[in-house]
């Protein structure tokens, strides 16, 4: 690479008023995705739907704010009409999209990149979200390896010299992920017509700039422009994305309904409006996914100071079979064949180990237990975090499809789940010394490694991303302010966290340049502080994490 340009001083921008400015490094071939006609896109995108973002901000604090005091969330009064509508129906699959019975999942780095190309999946989830440490380089390199692979030009060498190359017959349709609303982008900021400057929207740049580069593309090689959107809380969400996607399809000339859009149901207020969000999405709508660490980590933000009935026990006892998340499930595959979209399943955290097939077996036993309940419950596809994984998944839903690409013919009308049904959160399981402690370990490490730029990283057997950390770093949190103490009889207070911490950094390998202390003061700001953050990478993306 060509050593960095300072950034540029004043916005790469022809026209008056609105504008973006670059203010991170430009480095080799950044000018190749930061054209002046994408910026002008940018622009424009945060022009029109800025404002509109903002507010849907606000409604998740005060929606946030009454269910902290007492008003437990319940399915709409006011839409109810949508749902009792039987003939409304979403788009469906685009072009590619038809069979998704493995998606793999995984960030944009070019290795990871050719690698998820390679792997024999159906779908490669393209992810700039948790799966990502969004530094400025992994954003805009990341955007370069996209563009590379979907025109067939992208090729990698390791520093070890070991060559990567796209080799498969049939790659996965692509579908990228963005990062979720709240989210910005301090490397660049949008000017108002104003003047005022402030942060640009994390989503709009990730969206704006796939797409702006590779729409036309991927419908001349017989796909599309697909995207899975992360983090809605809500139906009027959901309708922001659709404008967006209604609008891009307009400016770039592009029959309306040609984007297709998967959303992940993985928050709690989301799950009270699927159909609701289908329906706002209905012409751009391929189907849901059930995003199960960030709903597991919903949970708990939302209910993290209502008492001792909401308090979940250690992480690894909060499975797919509680009732909680069985209701959730079940009413998500419901709801999408009432409509006609598909209904993806979530991630199984367990991964192999080359290095020991002991480790690697029992994966692929708890992944193949994972995938057949979900392929029996009816869902259409899943998600596996390794290629390795693949063929464990793709057996439990070849076993009941066959040579059906999907069952979104089968409706689950023996399905009736109650608001009561999405909140009992009675588990019966203790909080235990070790899942403390376990917690405080993975956040740090976890921490760590987002803070040199890895987004996905394997602890302990385990695949975390920023999903899983918080739900780590929400529980001790949780556990301090409702007063719990272990199974052994440690009371959770700031002073026994601290002596976790103390004991995890005493064992950590540490080396020169490594960020540990960094990743412990973020712990201690997110987990033990007064207050509890919405999301733990806010901070430390503003004030930790490099370029």
Not at 53 to 79: K, S, W, Y
Not at 150 to 163: A, D, W
Not at 306 to 327: I, K, N, Q, Y
Not at 503 to 518: H, Y
Request: hydrophobic fraction near 40%; charge should be negative.
């Amino acid at each position: 690479m060509t050593t960095p340009t300072a950034p540029p001083t004043t916005p790469i921008t022809t026209q008056q008023g609105p504008a973006i400015e670059i203010t991170g490094p430009l480095r080799d071939r950044y000018d190749e995705i930061l054209t002046a006609d994408a910026i002008a896109f940018l622009t424009e995108l945060h022009h029109r739907f800025g404002h509109r973002r903002h507010d849907r901000l606000a409604d998740r604090m005060r929606r946030r704010f009454e269910i902290g005091n007492g008003h437990d969330p319940q399915f709409r009064d006011d839409t109810a009409h949508i749902r009792a509508d039987e003939n409304w129906r979403v788009a469906g699959a685009g072009p590619g999209l038809e069979d998704r019975r493995v998606e793999i999942t995984g960030p944009t780095d070019p290795k990871m990149t050719i690698n998820a190309l390679n792997s024999g999946a159906r779908v490669w989830l393209a992810d700039q979200e948790d799966a990502t440490s969004p530094t400025w380089k992994n954003v805009i390199e990341g955007q370069l390896s996209l563009r590379d692979a979907i025109r067939g030009e992208l090729s990698f060498t390791s520093p070890q010299g070991k060559e990567y190359r796209v080799t498969a017959e049939r790659t996965p349709t692509i579908v990228m992920r963005p990062r979720g609303w709240h989210l910005t982008e301090k490397h660049i900021r949008f000017i108002d017509r104003t003047g005022r400057p402030m942060a640009a929207s994390g989503s709009l740049v990730d969206f704006g700039l796939y797409f702006f580069h590779n729409a036309q593309a991927l419908i001349d090689a017989g796909r599309g422009p697909y995207f899975y959107i992360a983090k809605l809380e809500s139906a009027d969400e959901a309708k922001l994305w659709d404008d967006i996607f209604t609008f891009a399809e307009e400016y770039a000339g592009i029959p309306h309904g040609t984007i297709r859009a998967t959303v992940l149901i993985e928050t709690l207020p989301a799950a009270f409006e699927m159909e609701e969000i289908l329906y706002e999405l209905r012409d751009h709508c391929a189907g849901l996914n059930a995003g199960r660490w960030d709903y597991i980590f919903s949970i708990i933000k939302t209910y993290r100071g209502r008492g001792a009935r909401f308090v979940l026990p250690d992480r690894s006892e909060v499975t797919m079979t509680v009732p909680f998340m069985r209701a959730y499930t079940e009413l998500l595959v419901k709801t999408c064949h009432k409509r006609g979209a598909f209904a993806i399943g979530g991630m199984s955290a367990f991964i192999p180990n080359r290095r020991d097939p002991e480790v690697t077996q029992r994966a692929l036993e708890k992944v193949a237990a994972d995938k057949k309940r979900e392929a029996g419950d009816g869902f259409d596809g899943t998600w596996v975090a390794h290629p390795d994984l693949i063929p464990a998944a793709q057996a439990e839903f070849d076993a009941v499809l066959g040579e059906r690409p999907n069952q979104v013919d089968r409706q689950r009308d023996d399905v009736q789940v109650r608001a009561e049904d999405l909140l009992d959160l009675q588990i019966g399981r203790p909080i235990t010394a070790r899942g403390v402690r376990d917690n405080v370990s993975v956040a740090i490490r976890y921490l760590e490694a987002w803070l040199q730029g890895l987004g996905a990283v394997a602890i302990d057997n385990l695949m975390e991303d920023a999903a899983t950390a918080e739900i780590s770093r929400s529980q001790v949190w949780q556990w301090i302010h409702q007063d719990r103490s272990t199974e052994e009889g440690d009371r959770i207070t700031v002073e026994y966290v601290e002596g976790l911490i103390a004991e995890v950094l005493a064992e950590a390998p540490r080396r020169e340049g490594d960020r540990f202390d960094d990743a412990a003061a973020i712990f201690r700001e997110v987990a033990l502080q007064e207050e509890f953050p919405a999301f733990l990478t806010l901070g430390a993306y503003n004030r930790y994490l490099d370029a």
